[in-house]
């Protein structure tokens, strides 16, 4: 099958074939899920013949190209997959709480200001 050339996640779109890496198609791409206002991306939602939509994380994407997505685990593997669910946490610093003795305590403890959005 030949994928086309490799591409960024941002251009990826939905029904491109989802490989496994012992080459068997375990899916198609259902959506992106990624940060794009800190260009994170997370992973891929896919669809699945008899098992519906399952959740792939990027560190288990090996390559995204316009026609095939390569998955670094097997086809057996795949049939584990979760399922999507919930959006991860957002933490950012506020530059206008970074003062006073907490923060200087924060940041010697290696800590940060973190907030959870």
Do not use: C, N
């Not at 794009?36 to 995204?64: C, M, N, Q, W, Y």
């Not at 970074?98 to 940060?112: D, E, I, N, P, T």
Request: charged share 25%.
């Amino acid at each position: 099958m030949d994928e086309g050339l490799p591409i960024a996640y941002q251009v990826l779109e939905k029904g491109v074939a989802v490989l496994a890496s012992d080459g068997e198609q375990v899916g198609a791409v259902h959506h992106v899920v990624s940060a794009p206002e800190k260009d994170i991306f997370h992973g891929l939602v896919i669809s699945t013949p008899g098992h519906g939509l399952r959740f792939v994380e990027a560190a288990d994407v090996a390559s995204l190209h316009e026609f095939g997505v390569d998955l670094r685990i097997d086809s057996a593997a795949a049939q584990g997959l979760p399922q999507p669910g919930g959006g991860a946490p957002v933490f950012d610093e506020d530059p206008g709480e970074m003062k006073g003795w907490h923060h200087w305590v924060h940041k010697a403890s290696l800590r940060g200001d973190w907030k959870r959005e």
